[in-house]
């Protein structure tokens, strides 16, 4: 009887663990150059500056000045919000110093607002293969009218 309680009890102690590693974190901070980030080195003083053009990627940079990888946010999703406050959702992995962003949004006069989510990206995908979806996003001009 033992024999089948411990595996039983090993169970569902794994899986309530799994359940709490796997919580979406929320995380504000700035989107900045991971050069930028990294090294502390030349740093674009706004959107216009060209050392934009140089960075390789993107990340968002906490107030301590530690920064996380937006690893599944598209690299001119990053680009058009660079240097602008930011509040992702998501699954943190810190091994990596990255976060699977569930959505992502930047301050814009004072709030909060959604430019990007793994559900409208999954719901316009869908739509353009033909494949179901609600529709082209709201904000974006469809090619298919």
Same mark, same amino acid.
């Given at each position: 009887? =033992?024999?089948? %309680?411990?595996?039983? +009890? ?11 590693? +796997? ?7 700035? +989107?900045? !150059?991971? !050069? ?35 690893? =599944?946010?598209? %690299? ?20 990596? =110093? ?10 814009? =006069? ?19 293969? !033909?494949?179901? !979806? ?8 469809? %090619?298919?009218?």
């Amino acid at each position: 009887m =033992n024999t089948i %309680r411990l595996p039983a +009890i090993t169970f569902a102690l794994t899986l309530s663990l799994t359940t709490v590693a +796997i919580q979406a974190e929320t995380i504000t901070g700035r +989107i900045n !150059g991971h !050069g930028c980030a990294h090294a502390s080195g030349t740093c674009p003083l706004d959107r216009l500056d060209p050392h934009i053009a140089l960075e390789r990627d993107f990340v968002l940079q906490k107030a301590d000045g530690d920064y996380l990888f937006l690893t =599944n946010v598209p %690299r001119d999703t990053k680009v058009r919000h660079a240097l602008k406050k930011a509040r992702v959702t998501g699954k943190l992995d810190e091994r990596y =110093n990255a976060i699977v962003v569930d959505e992502l949004q930047v301050e814009e =006069n004072g709030d909060f607002e959604t430019v990007w989510s793994q559900r409208a990206q999954f719901l316009e995908w869908t739509y353009l293969q !033909g494949t179901g !979806g609600l529709g082209p996003v709201v904000g974006r001009p469809s %090619r298919h009218r």
